[in-house]
């Protein structure tokens, strides 16, 4: 019973390409995010949905476009990918403000 | 706006040693901190928090925080290192609504024989 689920786990495709990742949780919490890894393990936050409702997008290119069927699912659409798209994608969810975010395994994106 | 500065992208201890790992934070406004741990291909997990009350932080396996509001700092430690707690360590703070938790750099942490 994971509590964050991401899929795929591993994705590797072509610039150019269009990619979709999936998340889910079953925490029923109200606020979904994605963070972006890179290689240097930095972590940046690119979007956070309240009750499908988009509350904080942080300068992510338009190509990046998030979707929140309902509460408990959060998914992140890629148009068009370029190499420095790679990284590990996080999902995560919380209950609400200042609480702790419970983290997915991540999804590795490798661009070829 | 809020920052987190972790001091030493890598900390090296012998296994049984003092953990420290530092964190400096800034923020206008009271702070909610949070350290996380990162293993190998794996999220993050939560391994303590502060919000308001006790300045000493109690964590899972074994670890603990203190804030301390005039060094603007919430260092990490544990008392005894084992080989599991070779791992990426991340300082995290949040403050105004939306919960953006904006993340330091982060700590490996390399525990040897």
């Known amino acids: 019973d994971t509590a964050v689920s991401q899929t795929p786990k591993y994705l590797v495709t072509q610039m150019g390409n269009d990619k979709s990742i999936k998340c889910e949780q079953n925490?029923?919490?109200?606020?979904m995010y994605w963070y972006k890894q890179d290689s240097k393990k930095f972590l940046k936050i690119m979007f956070s949905?309240?009750?499908?409702?988009?509350?904080i997008n942080e300068t992510v290119p338009n190509r990046f476009s998030p979707k929140s069927p309902d509460k408990a699912h959060l998914n992140l659409h890629i148009n068009s990918l370029e190499l420095g798209d790679s990284a590990v994608y996080f999902c995560?969810?919380?209950?609400?403000?200042?609480?702790?975010?419970?983290f997915g395994d991540g999804t590795r994106l490798s661009i070829l | 706006a809020q920052s987190v500065t972790q001091l030493g992208s890598h900390v090296s201890v012998s296994e049984g040693a003092l953990v420290l790992l530092r964190c400096n934070y800034s923020?206008?406004?009271?702070?909610?901190l949070f350290w996380y741990v990162q293993y190998p291909n794996q999220g993050l997990q939560l391994l303590l928090k502060?919000?308001?009350?006790?300045?000493l932080v109690k964590g899972i396996n074994g670890f603990e925080a203190e804030f301390k509001k005039s060094e603007t700092s919430f260092h990490l430690t544990k008392p005894s290192a084992h080989m599991s707690d070779a791992a990426e360590y991340f300082c995290?703070?949040?403050?105004?609504?939306?919960?953006?938790?904006?993340f330091g750099t982060g700590t490996q942490l390399k525990v040897e024989l």
């Open positions: 502060y919000t308001t009350g006790a300045t």
């Open positions: 923020s206008s406004v009271p702070p909610y």
């Open positions: 995560a969810s919380s209950p609400g403000d200042h609480q702790p975010q419970h």
């Open positions: 995290a703070v949040t403050t105004g609504g939306g919960n953006k938790l904006t």
């Open positions: 949905y309240n009750n499908k409702e988009l509350i």
């Open positions: 925490l029923g919490h109200d606020t």
